[in-house]
């Protein structure tokens, strides 16, 4: 059973502020959210693995990036870190056994447009278990790439586009999954038009170039990630060096290795790409996968 939270008044500076569990049966949001009718909102979700959260403190810092570029409020987050909290403790407490895997999301709209809560974000969170990932960490993943129909660093010039803030507008990429998976794949690559890569739908790409381990810089048009920072902490510890840069689809390519990584997954290696097969390193992944969960 998920465990949902609500945060009254999540705003920061807003008094009352409360995070408060209740039946995930319990509607939070009304008809007029923006959230729901225009997908105008910010989320976060912080991967728990083994009963321990994993960068907390990273997912709250993009969540009020987020809504920053979106012009919300700023959000409370120490009333969201409470709701996180409570809604993990409530579910594992819930559960016969801790799951491997589980997540929870945290939810941050403009609010509804009508009423006496017109203006007024609306904030929660639930927590809930995630199927096993054992064998996509392992065996791997098949790739497909797909454009996503803008040019490379398009947020420089068009910062209306929101790209690098994770909206509630997910709907593109969720038919990018769904548009690789009608074909047999795993996941997505998204490609700028002018041939850069960006990241996955619900992750970041990792390039392994000789003893270079890239991924595209945010500057780019994309998410900073949070399990790809920790990822290169682990690289460079086995002695790999780690920078963020452009991309190219040539370098993709021709990657000796290719991972994708976020928090409630952790690392994917990429075993098909485009119908290709690649190699597996089987031994490096299941290393930073382990220095992953150790990770707190």
């Known amino acids: ?29 009304t008809a007029t959210d923006a959230g729901l ?14 009963g321990r959260m994993h960068d907390l403190e990273p997912h709250l810092e993009r969540l009020a990036q987020s809504a920053s570029m979106l012009d919300l409020p700023a959000p409370d987050l120490g009333a969201m870190r409470d709701a996180i909290a409570l809604a993990v403790r409530a579910l594992l407490e819930g559960l016969p056994s801790t799951p491997p895997t589980a997540l929870a999301k945290v939810v941050y709209t403009r609010g509804p447009d009508h009423g006496p809560n017109a203006g007024h974000p609306t904030g929660y969170v639930y927590a809930d278990v995630f199927p096993d990932v054992t064998r996509e960490r392992t065996e791997g993943v ?11 660093a398009i947020g420089a010039k068009a910062p209306w586009l929101l790209v690098g803030a994770k909206t509630l507008s997910y709907a593109v990429n969720m038919a990018a999954e769904r548009h690789a998976k009608s074909r047999g794949l795993d996941d997505v690559i998204l490609l700028t038009t002018d041939g850069y890569v960006l990241e996955a739908p619900r992750a970041s790409v990792l390039v392994r170039l000789g003893d270079e381990v890239v991924t595209p810089a945010a500057e780019g048009g994309l998410l900073h990630g949070t399990a790809q920072r920790a990822a ?21 390519e021709a990657a000796d290795h290719l991972w994708l990584t976020d928090s409630v997954q952790l690392l994917r290696p990429i075993r098909e790409l485009d119908g290709r097969m690649l190699v597996v390193d089987r031994a490096l992944t299941d290393g930073v996968n382990a220095d992953l969960l150790a990770h707190g």
């Open 1 to 29: 059973m998920p465990a949902l939270v609500v945060c009254a008044a999540p705003v920061a500076g807003m008094p009352g502020c409360r995070a408060e569990l209740v039946d995930p049966d319990t509607p939070v949001a």
């Open 142 to 152: 098949s790739v497909i790439t797909l454009s996503r129909g803008y040019p490379h």
């Open 37 to 50: 009718t225009r997908g105008d909102g910010v989320f976060e979700t912080v991967g728990v693995h083994d």
């Open 232 to 252: 290169f902490e682990s690289f460079t510890a086995r002695g790999l060096s780690c920078s963020y840069r452009d991309v190219t689809v040539d370098e993709l």
